[in-house]
C-alpha cells in the first residue's frame, strides 16, 4: 500500500532542463519529522508547456528518466468532479488492480489530484517495481515510496509478539499490524502535501476499510476519507478489470485465476478464487513463502535465538536489527516449511471468510518468546498475560491500534516482560518447530527445588496441609450433600 511525501522532507533541491519541462528534482530524507522510518528517495516533479488546453504533469519517487502522465487541467479542477470536489487525495497505493483503477475514477469523480503513496513494509522487490510507470499512466501527479520496514517490525510486531496476541487460535495479525503503520504515514503525508482528503482501496466487505479508518480518525479527524468501493458501480474484481482495460491502466492479474494477496514482512495472505469454497484444499503452486512440509530438508535445523525483554534481537549468537532478523527467519523457517495456516476467522464486519496465511519467521519468533516465558513468568501472570493477550490481539484486528485501551495494555505487557530475557534453541524439521533449549538469568525454574529429591527448600510433608486447605471448599460441599 502507500504514502506520499511533501515539503518538510526535502533535504536538497536542484533543478536541470529535462526536454521542454523544468524537473525539479527533490530528495526526501529519513529525517523528516513527520515520517518517522522514511527512506532516502528522489521526487521528480516536472512542469510540461501546456498542450491541448491541458497541462502536462508528473512528480514521481525516483531519478529515472519517465515520460509525463495527464491531468485535469486546474480549470477543470476548480469545476468538481461528478460526486463533488477535492483539492488533493493522498491514495494508499499498491500498484495493483483496485489501486490502479481508484487513479482515475478519484480524478474524475472529484476533480483532484492524486497523490499516491507506497509503504515498503516489506512486500519485496517485486510488488515494488514498476510502480512509477503504472502510477504514471494511471493519472497521478505525485508517488512516494517510504521505507517502513524497521519501524513496521520494531512498532507494530514486536508490541504485539511480547503481548503473546493471536487472533481466533491462529491468526498472527499479519495484515492487521500493518494497517496503522501505513495509514499513520498517510496522515503525516496528507499533512506536508496539504491534502484535504485521503483514499483506500478497501472493498466495504473487508477489515481494512476499518483499520484504515479509524487511524485517520484518531490521528487527524479533519480529513476526508474516500472509498472508492462503497461508491462507485463496480462491483467486483473482474469489474474493475474491465474498467481498467477501458480506462488503459495496466493491471497485473487476469481474470482466469485471482487471488487476493496481501504481503509484508511479517506474512503473506491469501484469500479468493478457489479458496471461497472451505471444501477446497489449497493448491500447492498459490505458496510463495515456504515449501511444503514433504519436500522440506530430510535433516533438521537448530536454531538459537536471543531475546531481551520479549523480543528477539539476535540468531545464532548474531545481532541483528528487528527486520533483518525477521527476513532471515522468513528465508530459514519458509525452507523448512513453517508457518503455514488455512482458517476461516470472523470479520469483525461480521461475515466469516476463508484465508491461507503464510507467516514462517513470525510462527518461529512466536514459538521462542513462548518456550522463554514459561521460565521467566509465574503463574498467575502467565494467565492474565494469556487473557488480555485475547483481547489485545481483538483490538489490533479490529483496527483500534491507536485506543487508549491498547496502549494501556502495551504497558502492562511491557511490564511483565521486562525479565523475559535469555535464548531459546529451536529445532525446524518438516513445517514443526519444537524448543530443544531454555536460558534465562532470570528464570524461577530450580532445579534444586524442581527435583524429586527431598531437598531444604520444599518439604514433601508440608504438602498435606496445603492440600487440606486448598481443597476445604470442595469437602464441605461434599459434607453438605452427604448431610454430614
Not at 491541448?52 to 519517487?61: H, T
Not at 515494488?128 to 520496514?149: P, R, T
Not at 517490525?153 to 496476541?165: H, Q
Request: with cysteine; hydrophobic share 40%; aromatic share 6%.
Amino acid at each position: 500500500m502507500a504514502s506520499a511525501g511533501g515539503p518538510s522532507g526535502f533535504a536538497g533541491i536542484s533543478v536541470r532542463p529535462d526536454s521542454s519541462a523544468a524537473c525539479l528534482i527533490q530528495k526526501v530524507g529519513a529525517r523528516s519529522s513527520s515520517l518517522p522510518g522514511a527512506a532516502t528517495v528522489q521526487v521528480r516533479r516536472c512542469q510540461n508547456k501546456a498542450r491541448n488546453g491541458q497541462a502536462i504533469r508528473c512528480a514521481m519517487a525516483t531519478g529515472k528518466k519517465q515520460g509525463a502522465a495527464t491531468t485535469a487541467s486546474s480549470g477543470d479542477q476548480n469545476k468538481g468532479g461528478l460526486r463533488g470536489k477535492l483539492n488533493k487525495v493522498v491514495l494508499a497505493y499498491s500498484g495493483g488492480l483496485d489501486t490502479s483503477v481508484i487513479v482515475p475514477w478519484l480524478r474524475e469523480n472529484y476533480g483532484c489530484e492524486v497523490v499516491c503513496f507506497t509503504a515498503d513494509v516489506g512486500q519485496g522487490a517485486i510488488e515494488l517495481e514498476g510502480l512509477e510507470k503504472k502510477a504514471k499512466a494511471s493519472g497521478a501527479c505525485q508517488l512516494v515510496v517510504k521505507d517502513l520496514k524497521e519501524e513496521f517490525v520494531n512498532e507494530y510486531i514486536y508490541p504485539c509478539l511480547r503481548a503473546g496476541a493471536v487472533y481466533e487460535r491462529k491468526y498472527l495479525l499479519g495484515t492487521s499490524m500493518a494497517r496503522p503503520v501505513i495509514a499513520k504515514a498517510m496522515v503525516d503525508v496528507a499533512k506536508e502535501v496539504g491534502a484535504d482528503a485521503v483514499a483506500h482501496g478497501c472493498t466495504g466487505k473487508g477489515n481494512d476499510q476499518v483499520r484504515f479508518e479509524l487511524t485517520f480518525f484518531a490521528l487527524n479527524p479533519e480529513l476526508k476519507v474516500v472509498a472508492p468501493w462503497r461508491e462507485w458501480d463496480i462491483t467486483g474484481r473482474e469489474d474493475a478489470i474491465e474498467y481498467a482495460k477501458k480506462h488503459n491502466v495496466p493491471v497485473p492479474v487476469s481474470k482466469k485465476s485471482i487471488y487476493s494477496r496481501d504481503r509484508n514482512l511479517w506474512h503473506l495472505s491469501h484469500e479468493g478464487d478457489i479458496l471461497e469454497d472451505p471444501a477446497n484444499e489449497p493448491k500447492e503452486d498459490m505458496y510463495m513463502m515456504s515449501v511444503s512440509p514433504e519436500n522440506a530438508p530430510s535433516e533438521p535445523e537448530y536454531l538459537e535465538i536471543g531475546i531481551i525483554a520479549g523480543v528477539p534481537v539476535s540468531i545464532n549468537g548474531r545481532d541483528l536489527s528487528p527486520a533483518s532478523l525477521l527476513a532471515e527467519l522468513n528465508e530459514i523457517g519458509g525452507k523448512h516449511g513453517i508457518g503455514r495456516i488455512d482458517m476461516v476467522e470472523n470479520r469483525l464486519v461480521g461475515m466469516k471468510s476463508r484465508g491461507v496465511y503464510e507467516t514462517p519467521g513470525g510462527t518461529i519468533m512466536a514459538a521462542a518468546v513462548r518456550e522463554l516465558e514459561s521460565l521467566t513468568l509465574d503463574r498467575e501472570t502467565m494467565q492474565w498475560k494469556d487473557i488480555l493477550a485475547l483481547k489485545y490481539a481483538e483490538l489490533v484486528y479490529a483496527g483500534r491500534w491507536f485506543d487508549t485501551l491498547r496502549q494501556s495494555m502495551d504497558a502492562f505487557m511491557e511490564t511483565i516482560t521486562a525479565t523475559t530475557t535469555g535464548s531459546v534453541t529451536l529445532k525446524l524439521y518438516k513445517g514443526s518447530v519444537n524448543v530443544a533449549s531454555r536460558k534465562s538469568p532470570n528464570s524461577l525454574y530450580r532445579e534444586d527445588i524442581s527435583s524429586f529429591e527431598n531437598g531444604e527448600i520444599y518439604n514433601q510433608a508440608d504438602a498435606e496441609g496445603f492440600i487440606r486447605l486448598y481443597g476445604l471448599p470442595t469437602r464441605v460441599r461434599a459434607m453438605l450433600e452427604k448431610g454430614i
